[in-house]
């Protein structure tokens, strides 16, 4: 399908004939404040909080130490979801980084960072959670041995068949699909946090006798404990890829971060003591999921629930990263820097299909291979890498172009602790503990330049391209869509 070049001023609106009349065709504004809070918190809460605190604990040695790591990462996303919140009254549109890099810097930066989060970053972090919830769901079927790897790829395709479903299908339902597995998440760590009361009402409270000692020392192995516990905070700027689809986005952006964040921060470290009253550094060490040990050491016969629990999580935080993942796609071809078909959305759902088809075609095929586990690994380095720069962009804007209407602001100060933090979370691991892998990462980034000029900058396309394109809109029913400046 061929590529276009949109004018990208705040005030361009394009219009498609439909039918007989001229009709605007754009993604309707179903999300509100509780379905932004949802998707923020109902992201963020997947399986990192049942599976990476063994981590934490595990590069950080001693229990004080990790809870100060979680708190720590749970003021950063905050900071980090302030600032970006400021970006999306600036800039009123969907796409989060993309959108933003493409105003501030430029159309081959943004480039680069579309074609490495649609190709990589995005559908390897889907086919983990998806992998995750799958692993969960069959383990009742399997017990008392592993569970057969093609079973649980199998529930994994599934997993991301029924979100591609749902997704096409209307957003109203994706968002009321989060707002009922973000309430029951909530529900399974309240339980966690409740029997963490109870035992440290009892007396419980060895793990947190000489809570320092055994701290390590070394800012290397910090960094990988910050990147354990981020994991556990990705999403936090998930709000910001559907700016577009939010009511009244100048106010639900910072009411919604403001709302979510804090509550799954103190959720986490809530959930973090429990699981250290329940079981010594030594024991939550060597516990292969931390959460399934708890419910066998608290719930006894009830310790089902916990596993029934981690899968509604998982598969409540992969609809998600599916629901905000595929619009990044959605707003990189509406500028121009995708095939042109993944801009149009469905002529009567209103959903942007397209581009949640292609997000979903590329996570099966890394189910399928199963060789993406490497490239999850250092999913944090390549965000941290992009947000460095969004944020880079927002103090330009802060310095630069004050007179730019804003009707939310963050103290300058906010923006450039993100951004040592960015600078530091990049470096660390690689000075520390140089790895081959980080500079094939690099090079698949650059690859795209390959792509960018003859397709983006010269616009070279073959012409049979373009009859495809029409061919594939009549088959899926879509339309062009007009940009939404709200």
């Known amino acids: ?13 394009s219009s498609t004939d439909l039918s007989e009349g001229k009709e605007k065709l754009r993604l309707k504004q179903e999300v509100g404040l509780i379905s932004g809070v949802s998707l923020i918190a109902g992201t963020m809460i997947g ?14 040695g001693s229990p004080a130490s ?22 999306g009254t600036i800039i009123k549109e969907s796409g989060g980084e993309y959108i933003y890099i493409l105003r501030i810097f430029g159309s081959f930066p943004a480039f680069l960072f579309a074609y490495t989060s649609v190709i990589l970053v995005r559908p ?17 079927f399997y017990p008392g041995c592993s569970s057969p790897q093609v079973v649980i790829k199998c529930t994994a395709a599934a997993c991301i068949v029924v979100l ?7 957003v109203r339902l994706a968002t009321s699909i989060m707002n009922i597995f973000t309430a029951a998440k909530l529900l399974a760590l309240l339980v966690i946090v409740v029997g963490g009361l109870v035992l440290l009402a009892k007396g419980q409270t060895q793990s947190f006798q000489n809570a320092f000692q055994n701290t390590t020392a070394s800012i290397g192995t910090v960094g990988v404990a910050f990147y354990q516990g981020l994991w556990s905070f990705d999403g936090w700027n998930n709000l910001n890829y559907v700016t577009e689809e939010l009511k009244k986005p100048e106010v639900t952006l910072p009411r919604a971060v403001m709302i979510a964040i804090p509550l799954v921060t103190c959720l986490y470290l809530l959930v973090n003591v429990s699981y250290l009253a329940a079981m010594t550094p030594s ?18 016969n009830w310790a089902w629930l916990i596993s029934l629990s981690v899968a509604l999580s998982t598969f409540g935080s992969s609809n998600g990263t599916f629901f905000s993942g595929g619009r990044v796609c959605y707003i990189a071809a509406r500028e121009g820097h995708m095939p042109d078909i993944l801009s149009m959305a469905h002529v009567r759902c209103l959903t942007p299909s397209p581009a949640l088809l292609f997000t979903s075609a590329m996570s099966l095929i890394m189910i399928i291979s199963g060789s993406f586990t490497s490239i999850v690994n250092f999913f944090s380095f390549i965000a941290w890498l992009f947000y460095g720069m969004t944020i880079t962009g927002l103090l330009y804007l802060k310095i630069k172009k004050r007179e730019l209407p804003r009707s939310y602001k963050v103290p300058i100060i906010i923006p450039v602790i993100v951004l040592v933090a960015a600078v530091y979370l990049v470096l660390a691991p690689i000075i520390d503990q140089p790895q081959m892998e980080i500079l094939y990462i690099v090079l698949f980034i650059f690859s795209g330049v390959i792509l960018y ?15 495809v394109t029409l061919h594939l809109q009549l088959f899926l029913e879509v339309a062009p869509t007009t940009r939404d400046a709200n």
Request: charged share 15%; aromatic share 10%; hydrophobic share 50%.
């Open 1 to 13: 399908s061929t590529m276009r070049k949109r004018k990208t001023t705040d005030s361009s609106h």
């Open 47 to 60: 399986s990192g909080i049942f599976m990476s605190p063994e981590w934490v604990l595990h590069h950080m």
């Open 66 to 87: 990790s809870l100060l790591i979680w708190a720590a990462c749970g003021l950063l996303a905050m900071l980090g979801a302030l600032s970006y919140a400021e970006l």
């Open 124 to 140: 390897a972090g889907l086919a983990a959670v998806c992998l995750s919830f799958a692993e969960y769901a069959v383990a009742p």
């Open 164 to 170: 591609t479903i749902i997704n096409c299908l209307n």
């Open 283 to 300: 024991e939550l060490l060597s516990s292969g999921a931390v959460a399934v040990t708890w419910g066998d050491k608290v719930l006894g």
């Open 453 to 467: 000029f003859p397709l983006v900058r010269f616009k070279c396309h073959p012409r049979f391209l373009q009859r």
